[in-house]
């Protein structure tokens, strides 16, 4: 990917999980349990912490396989989105409970990508 579509992400991903944050806190609050309000943080707390490291290493997206980044995004998407539904459950339909299923495979992609990103750049000789 070049680096200014790391960036345009990760600020997007950021301003996302903002406004996801603040709705959490001022909406839901009220209409679901603490213990979903719990899972809409981690979904939002992860979803940045993606998005800050997607800036972090934007001057270096050209030295990256494409892949390694891509599987950062796929999972964060599949991880805090899973997530975020989850934690609606109470308010929508009990059925999308399913959907925390996917949860872990959006964060073993976050992993291994981040993973991925690490090795390659120990192991590059400058």
């Given at each position: 990917?070049?680096?200014?579509?790391?960036?345009?992400?990760?600020?997007?991903?950021?301003?996302?999980?903002?406004?996801?944050?603040?709705?959490?806190?001022?909406?839901?609050?009220?209409?679901?349990?603490?213990?979903?309000?719990?899972?809409?943080?981690?979904?939002?707390?992860?979803?940045?912490?993606?998005?800050?490291?997607?800036?972090?290493?934007?001057?270096?997206?050209?030295?990256?396989?494409?892949?390694?980044?891509?599987?950062?995004i796929l999972?964060?998407?599949?991880?805090?989105?899973?997530?975020?539904?989850?934690?609606?459950?109470?308010?929508?339909?009990?059925?999308?409970?399913?959907?925390?299923?996917?949860?872990?495979?959006?964060?073993?992609?976050?992993?291994?990508?981040?993973?991925?990103i690490g090795?390659?750049?120990l192991r590059?000789?400058?």
């Amino acid at each position: 990917m070049k680096t200014n579509q790391l960036i345009g992400l990760g600020c997007l991903m950021i301003a996302t999980t903002v406004a996801l944050g603040a709705m959490g806190a001022h909406t839901l609050e009220d209409a679901i349990s603490a213990r979903y309000l719990e899972v809409w943080k981690t979904a939002s707390l992860y979803f940045a912490l993606n998005g800050l490291g997607l800036l972090a290493i934007a001057n270096i997206a050209p030295t990256i396989k494409g892949l390694y980044i891509k599987l950062i995004i796929l999972g964060a998407f599949i991880f805090s989105v899973s997530l975020w539904i989850l934690a609606l459950n109470e308010v929508l339909s009990p059925a999308l409970r399913k959907l925390g299923a996917i949860t872990p495979v959006g964060g073993v992609l976050m992993i291994v990508g981040w993973t991925l990103i690490g090795i390659n750049q120990l192991r590059r000789v400058e």
